[in-house]
């Protein structure tokens, strides 16, 4: 959803997911990459992004990934580069006019290494939710860490490897259902996503609930940053139901499903809808994993307040 509206200003690139990036900065922050080795792969990683969305190489023409370019605002252009004639072979002659649009997961405090980059300007935009509304999501993939080949994420230590984010829990992560890793991931996250925010002032923060309520002071502010018009702005946000009256009420795409975003409903108030979910999930994890979300929680609305 956010993709979409960042995706609407002329100066950014078409959304691309990079686990390459990812994967880099998180080596570097562990310290299992050597710092002047991983910045130069960095460095290289990025003008290799520059070149590639110049002659639209590797751009996503997929028509139902949510990256896809075909949904883009800008998707006339890339096809046009796509079929243009070859130029000069100089990397000057594919810088592009917009900055380039990367998507990652999780980077949190590891994403501070892209500011040792000195020919590099860094932007970042770092989207939140509340931990009992990423619970289901969470359930539904946190089994797939270091088991399923459609996985990317960064595992660390002996076996049974954790994935790098978990810091408090790592001798007890595998030992415990879904329903228990979902609750100590998120709760680890939270609590990392806490400091971060805190130790870096230039990171424009949209907190999920009040965003979809009322978009319009993120949106300038992200029109701020970006320091750029949008186009196709309305109708992206039409897609996205945008604003809402439900925090719920979103695109039923079938993507989501996994997450049991289908389940969700407008039929509750915030109130009832939050005080239900926050039942449901005491009533599947034990009181220790639950006080551990549970304090999550309490430090998400501490931050960012409530919607209701």
């Keep these: 959803m956010l993709m979409s509206i960042v995706d609407c200003f002329s100066n950014v690139s078409i959304p691309r997911f990079d686990y390459q990036l990812e994967q880099i900065c998180i080596g570097l922050f562990e310290s299992k990459i050597d710092k002047h080795a991983g910045l130069e792969m960095l460095e290289l990683l990025l003008d290799q992004r520059i070149y590639d969305i110049g002659i639209s190489r590797e751009v996503n023409f997929r028509p139902r990934d949510l990256s896809s370019a075909l ?48 020919s590099k300007q860094v932007k970042r935009i770092l989207s939140v939710r ?61 609590c990392r996503q806490e400091e971060f925010i805190a130790n870096n002032k230039d990171i424009l923060v949209v907190d999920f609930e009040k965003f979809v309520l009322e978009p319009s002071s993120y949106i300038d502010r ?10 196709g702005l309305h109708r992206a946000m039409k897609k996205s139901n945008l604003p809402r009256i439900h925090i719920n009420n979103s695109k039923k795409a079938r993507i989501y499903r996994r997450y049991g975003s ?11 809808d939050y005080l239900i979910l926050k039942e449901k999930i ?19 609305e501490m931050d960012f307040g409530l919607w209701f």
């Design 71 to 118: 949904k883009s605002t800008k998707r006339l252009k890339y096809i046009l580069r796509l079929l243009a004639e070859p130029r000069v072979n100089h990397l000057d002659n594919y810088r592009i006019e917009e900055k380039l649009f990367l998507i990652v997961h999780q980077l949190l405090e590891t994403s501070n290494v892209l500011l040792n980059l000195p």
């Design 222 to 231: 992200i029109e701020g940053l970006l320091n750029s018009k949008s186009r």
């Design 262 to 272: 289908d389940a969700l409903g407008t039929s509750h108030s915030h109130r009832d």
């Design 130 to 190: 509340h931990p009992y509304y990423l619970f289901d999501h969470w359930t539904s993939y946190v089994d797939m860490h270091g088991t399923s080949p459609r996985d990317f994420t960064v595992m660390l230590g002996s076996e049974p490897q954790t994935p790098w984010f978990i810091r408090e829990n790592q001798g007890l992560f595998n030992g415990h259902s879904a329903h228990e890793k979902a609750a100590i991931a998120i709760a680890e996250l939270t």
């Design 282 to 300: 005491r009533n599947v994890i034990s009181p220790k994993h639950f006080k551990q979300i549970q304090l999550a929680a309490e430090q998400y």
